[in-house]
């Protein structure tokens, strides 16, 4: 079910995780993030999603949190 004012793009689990690393790698200070995708049960409005960061070098920190709010605000985990 959709709703009329979310804009979010749905994608999967794969293709977000995709579209992150894509994003990442663009950056130069970025390029050696890890991260992994998780879907998080959310009540009845489907699933949402967060990242879990597992490698971020220090210098990267700022831009990769801006990233990945960025990529959050475009993209909804598709059931």
């Known amino acids: 079910m959709h709703h009329a004012h979310s804009t979010r793009t749905p994608a999967t689990r794969d293709e977000i995780e995709m ?5 990442l790698w663009n950056h ?4 050696d993030v890890q991260l992994e995708v998780l879907g998080i049960p959310r009540n009845s409005r489907g699933i949402n ?5 597992e490698k971020v070098p220090a210098e990267a920190i700022f831009e990769t949190t801006d990233i990945v709010t960025e ?6 985990l598709a059931a």
């Open 28 to 31: 130069p200070l970025c390029r």
């Open 71 to 76: 990529i959050q605000s475009a993209y909804e």
């Open 19 to 23: 579209r992150l690393l894509t994003v």
């Open 49 to 53: 999603w967060t990242v879990s960061l």
